[in-house]
T-cell receptor, first 110, second 113 residues
């Protein structure tokens, strides 16, 4: 079955601490992996995608095909990082429709 | 442009009523998607249009759900005889197609009482 799993519903860290949001997937084929973020009262927006290998707002994510994981990391959390984070995958061809995980709420405490 | 817009932003319907949700994609975007997001869940795919053609409707949960995009721009998601389980945020998204960069609208929160 095609699935994205985010095991943590809520993750609380102190400002300046490292953050890792976990994402595992199952997919037959070669998917493209994404992280989307939703700040309070804002729309869902792309944070990063694995093919671009960018670092956005200090976040990085490495695709590990052996472990079928795409964990999101940031070395030093900031209060403005508090938001809902969704991991998603899509096929590398065709419609680019997404399969989303259930999301992890990140709270960065002062 | 201003991005993907959706209307209404909030809709309360009595069980059994029909509702229509509108999506205005970014101008020139070929691909348009509808997603349903229940409380505490991630968005779930409903249907996909390429221009006016509905190429994938595999996610529509029942035949009470119907979507159209007759001129290849604005899209309407219609839900007939609403049920309580239809209560969710309905998200519209659009993209130029091909590169996979997708932009989401603010969503319509539907509450069925």
């Amino acid at each position: 079955a095609q699935r994205v799993t985010q095991p943590e519903k809520l993750l609380s860290v102190f400002k300046g601490a490292p953050v890792e949001l976990k994402c595992n997937y199952s997919y037959s084929g070669s998917p493209e992996l994404f992280w989307y973020v939703q700040y309070s009262r804002q729309r869902l927006q792309l944070l990063l995608r694995h093919i671009s290998r960018e670092s956005i707002k200090g976040f990085t994510a490495d695709l590990n095909k052996g472990e079928t994981s795409f964990h999101l990391k940031k070395p030093f959390a900031q209060e403005e990082d508090s938001a809902m984070y969704y991991c998603a995958l899509s096929s590398t061809s065709g419609t680019y429709k997404y399969i989303f995980g259930t999301g992890t709420r990140l709270k960065v405490l002062a | 442009g201003a991005g993907v817009s959706q209307s209404p932003r909030y809709k309360v319907a009595k069980r059994g009523q029909d509702v229509a949700l509108r999506c205005d994609p970014i101008s020139g975007h070929v691909s348009l998607f509808w997603y349903q997001q229940a409380l505490g869940q991630g968005p779930e795919f409903l249907t996909y249009f390429q221009n006016e053609a509905q190429l994938d409707k595999s996610g529509l949960p029942s035949d009470r759900f119907f979507a159209e995009r007759p001129e290849g721009s604005v899209s309407t998601l219609k839900i007939q005889r609403t049920q309580q389980e239809d209560s969710a945020v309905y998200l519209c998204a659009s993209s130029r197609g091909g590169d996979g960069k997708t932009y989401f609208g603010p969503g319509t929160r539907l509450t069925v009482t």
